[in-house]
Each structure stands twice: as C-alpha cells, then as structure tokens.
C-alpha cells in the first residue's frame, strides 16, 4: 500500500511517499528546483520518491493533498466581500492564480503525475496534526498546532489515541500568531514566509520595551491562550503588505526597508513579539494540559519552528514529554496527509513505544553512492583524495580543529528546514572568530545570526540545561553556567549589535547572546558517520561539540546533489568539501566559472 502525500501553491512545496506506514521518501521541490520556498507543483519531488520506492505512478495507491482547495477559496471570497471595495487590489492580484490553478487541483494533479486513482483532501491543520502525531513515539499525546492559516484554521489542539486524531478546538482567520510574527517579520525588514526565524535570531539583541503595546494594542489575549487580534493595525486581509498605517504611526514610523542598517529599534520589536509569541505558547500548552490531562505533546505547523518558544514549554510547561514535527511547516503538510491516508482515512493500526519516533531522523532524501560521487568528480576533472569510510571521520575532525570550514555532505538529505548533519557547514565552536568567519565569509548572512551546535547525545548535559535529546535542532537551551565566561562590568552595558564579539562560554561559537543555543545531539543510531565525526573531535580535543550550519549560502536552498555541494563550495571561502569518501581542498581546485551573478544578489554591505 502506496500513498503520495502533496503540498504546493503556497510556499515549500513537497512530496512524500509512505509505504505500509512507513517513510520511505520526503523532499521539498526546492532542493531540486534551486528556487527557495519553491511554491509550485512538486514534479521533481513527486519523481524522487517514486524512484526511490523502486515504483510508477501506477503502484501509488492514494494521492493525499494537505488541504481543501474549496474551503480555502471560500475563505478568501468571505474575507475579500467583507473588506470590499477596499481589498480589490490584492482580490485582482490572487483571483486569477486560483482560477488557473489552485481551483484545479485534483485536475492538475492527474495530469500533471498521470495518475487515475483515489485522492483525499485533509484539513490543513489536520494535515499538521498528522505530521505532528503520527510520527511521534507516544501512543497518546495531546496536540497543538499554530502557523499562519489553514482553510479557516490558524491554531487548533486535539488529542492522538493510537492510529487516530481528534481535533477539539480552533482559532480562525484572521486571528493568527503566525500572521503576528509575520507582520512584524514584514515590519522589521525581513520577508515573510522565510525571514521569520531572522527575526528570532534577533530577539536576544533587543528589549522588551512593546511586549505591553502588543498586549495591549494589537491583540486581546486570554488565560488559556486565546486571543483576538485588533485588525485595525493589520493590512493582510485584504491589502498587499501585512500592516496598516495605524501600526506604523504605533510603532514609531514606516517598516524598515530590506537589506538597510538594522537598529535597536528593530532588535526590540523583534524581542517583544517574540515574548509575546512564547506566552501565547506557554499559555496555550497549559490550557490543552489541563483539558486533556496527557503527559506527552506533539507540535506541528509553522509556529512549531519556533525553538525558543518549544524550550520554554519543554522547561516551564506542564507536559513531561514533547516532540515537535522536523519540517513544521507546509513541506510536513505532505507528510501528514500521507500518514492520515494510511491511518486515519485506511484505518490502519500503529504501534508506538513511547521513545522511538517514525522519523527516521529525517534522513529521508536523495542519498548518491561513492560510485556516483566518484563519477561526477572524475568527469568534471575536479582534484580529489579518496579515502576510506573508516577515515573519513578522523580527517573531518582534524579539518575542524586545525579552524578550517568544511562543507560535509553524506547520506540521504534531511527533510525539513535543518541540517542535521547530512548537507552542513561545519566548524569549530570553540573558536571565538567562527561565527564570523562563517557569516561573513561563507553564507554571506547577516552577522547577527547564531549557528547551532551538534552535540554527542550522551554529552548534552555536560554543555546545556536539557534533560532530553534534541535531535532535530527545535528545542532551545541555556548554556550550562559552570562553561560560561563571566562578563565584566563594560560588556554587561553594551546593547544591541555591539554584544555580538563578547566571548561567553567555552563554546563561543554556538553561545548566543543571551547565552542559549539552538540545539541538535547525535546518536550512533540514527547518524553513525556524523556521530562518528563528533566522537573524533571530542577524542582530540576533550569537546563533544561542533558548528553546524546548514549547506547554502544565503538566499538559495541547502544543497541536494554532489554537483550542488561543489558549486556551493567553490562560490565560498569554504576550505574544504567532503563528499561521501571524496575529500576537495579549496587550494587544489581549477579556477571555477561561474556564470550566475548571485554575489551581486546576496552580498551584505
């Protein structure tokens, strides 16, 4: 039994092939596009996972799409009637993508995969739940999903007993923590749908001076989580920018043009609606708990990227457990379709263990072979080193100790958001100029944002305030005291940008400002060469931590293919590159033609 799971026409794209219950392929179009967020339908994604379940589209047996297009449709209609004739710009822009497209959809779908079968459309956040439930390792948990919109949904909380969801309760559109963040993401100068974990990133750097001006102001929030949003300083129901002019004359003036010197003004508002969005949170995960009574959690949809907000349920909420979905957002809309297919729609059984999850680390992408490797590097006449798979992880240690950057790609591609340790950048996190360096130098990103660390599971308490593995980079934590620097008196005083070169902790490189960190372990079991790589560096050096950066630089998706990573690599001041067994040193490399005038694009001033 077969079922294709789809998202499209919204952002991140993706599909993902489930087999009996189990996921044997995921991917976003993006990777194979090179289009960021690519938004359109999955072809390439959809072809991946066929191949790599060795079938056709004839052996698919259900296509599951992650929404309703309909009830989605009907939204926008009741939204444009009910700001009309206010809203005929943004009516103009949108009505006719759904009349071509996004009304087709099954349509499309058959045509597009030349598939003739059964299809079935969840609700989006039933979409969500699945994705957040189903490859969970509990048996029962409570759910809660949060992300912009759905059809009507923006935030729903339910319960998952076996191989079924039930949903309870909703807040619906226009009322929405997702659009919050994503109006003050606009507001702040970063663009919505993918500047959101910027704005994150930046909180630590502010104050929360407007915490109260949001409370009080653009929203009307309740004991238990609810809330309601004053849509008078919002412009995104029917207009083409998130916020109105009330909120700009609120807030002090017009949003920040992109790419212009960042502010403290901007650093507080990031950190206040950042405060806002963590209590929301919190509050909403104490009402479910003492709805529902159960000990576990389970976080789905694009709210759940928000690491900071999940440590702080993790360390201050009532739940003893919590798993939150590796791609939160609309990609693991595919996945959760395709698992509600197999077991809510199929009625299929599961058995969970309460500590193993479905995930599979969500190592779930393309994987190329030595062979394909090997082959691709000899065709291009790039310079190589061959080595063998019981060296690779002692050399990719000394690379990292000796201060070098190095691209590392293994394995399948991670599914989601994160680089797990399959297509990253790494580096030394004892290295106070790391960050820096790799910022500056090889993402070519803003200087403000923090890398996170890869950590031996067996080590995580030894460096951060964390009881629990923390396999897919969502759970934030604060640096163990007993490896911090203490600041003197001047550094204490500093705002803003100027805490960025302040030395922290033993681990400077991964110590964020207000010394916490965005963390990922490493299991033997589910990455054995990345472990491995961990393990040679903490036998050199006495640390089990690394950098790991996802393997992009800014403005394009993290690579997929051997031929990605090298291009990647020669655009970068990265130092070396290790594909699979193949090892690249910059200095040995021809000099590399590169036609694309993607610096010019993506360069900071």
Not at 326 to 348: E, F, H, K, S, T
Not at 431 to 441: D, G, H, V
């Amino acid at each position: 039994m077969r079922i294709l799971g789809i998202s499209c026409f919204y952002h991140d794209s993706a599909a993902v092939l489930i087999e009996n219950g189990d996921i044997r392929a995921a991917a976003q179009e993006e990777r194979f596009t090179r289009i960021k967020h690519d938004q359109n339908f999955p072809e390439n994604a959809v072809r991946y996972c066929l191949k790599e379940a060795s079938t056709g589209i004839d052996g698919i047996d259900l296509v599951a799409f992650y929404d309703k297009p309909l009830v989605k449709f009907e939204r926008l209609l009741e939204t444009y009637l009910a700001y009309a004739p206010r809203g005929i710009s943004s009516f103009m822009t949108s009505i006719p993508l759904w009349l071509k497209k996004k009304l087709m959809i099954p349509r499309l779908i058959r045509q597009s995969i030349n598939y003739h079968g059964p299809m079935i459309f969840p609700e989006h956040h039933e979409s969500h739940a699945a994705s957040a439930f189903f490859p969970s390792p509990f048996n029962r948990a409570a759910i809660l999903t949060l992300d912009g919109v759905g059809e009507w949904t923006t935030t729903s909380y339910g319960v998952g007993d076996g191989h079924q969801i039930t949903l309870k309760s909703e807040i619906h559109f226009p009322h929405s923590l997702g659009l919050l963040y994503s109006a003050f993401t606009y507001y702040t100068g970063f663009k919505v749908n993918s500047g959101e974990y910027k704005v994150m990133g930046l909180a630590p750097y502010g104050r929360p001076i407007y915490r109260d001006v949001i409370l009080n102001e653009l929203m009307d929030l309740k004991a238990d989580g609810s809330f309601r949003l004053n849509m008078e300083y919002f412009n995104y129901c029917a207009g083409l920018t998130m916020t109105s002019t009330r909120f700009d004359t609120l807030f002090g003036g017009p949003p920040r043009k992109p790419e212009s010197t960042l502010t403290q003004r901007e650093m507080d508002l990031a950190r206040s609606v950042q405060d806002v969005t963590e209590e929301i949170m919190l509050r909403a995960a104490r009402h479910i708990h003492q709805l529902t009574g159960e000990k576990n959690l389970c976080i789905a949809g694009g709210v759940g990227l928000n690491c900071v907000g999940n440590g702080r349920i993790l360390r201050e909420g009532p739940f003893e457990n919590l798993w939150i979905q590796p791609a939160a957002g609309d990609a693991g809309g595919a996945l959760g379709a395709a698992l509600y297919g197999w077991y809510q729609y199929r009625n299929n059984s599961r058995a969970a263990d309460d500590v193993t999850d479905f995930q599979k680390g969500s190592y779930l992408g393309p994987e190329f072979s030595d062979e394909e490797i090997r082959l691709f590097l000899d065709e291009k006449g790039y310079p190589f080193r061959q080595m063998t798979p019981d060296e690779v992880p002692g050399i990719g240690a000394d690379l990292i100790l000796s201060e070098h950057v190095v691209g590392w790609f293994q394995g399948r591609m991670e599914f989601g958001p994160r680089a797990l340790g399959n297509r990253s950048i790494l580096g030394d996190a004892r290295s106070p100029a790391m960050q820096k360096t790799i910022n500056l130098k090889i993402k070519y990103r803003e200087s403000f944002r923090p890398f996170a660390p890869s950590v031996l599971e067996e080590r995580i308490g030894d460096y951060f305030d964390i009881e629990c593995p923390s396999p897919y980079m969502l759970l934030t934590a604060p640096v163990r005291e007993d490896i911090r620097r203490e600041m003197t008196e001047d550094e204490r005083s500093l705002f803003g940008i100027d805490k960025l070169n302040i030395v922290r902790s033993t681990i400077p490189a991964v110590t964020h400002v207000d010394y916490s960190a965005r963390i990922q372990s490493v299991s033997r079991e589910t990455n054995p060469r990345y472990y491995a790589l961990l393990k040679a560096f903490e036998e050199r050096t006495g640390c089990g931590v690394i950098i790991n950066t996802s393997f992009n630089v800014r403005g394009e998706p993290i690579v997929c293919t051997p031929e990605d990573a090298y291009r990647c690599f020669m655009r970068t001041e990265m130092d070396y590159l290790v594909l699979g067994n193949c090892i690249l040193a910059k200095v040995d490399q021809p000099e590399y033609q590169d036609t694309d005038d993607w610096r010019n694009e993506f360069a900071l001033d």
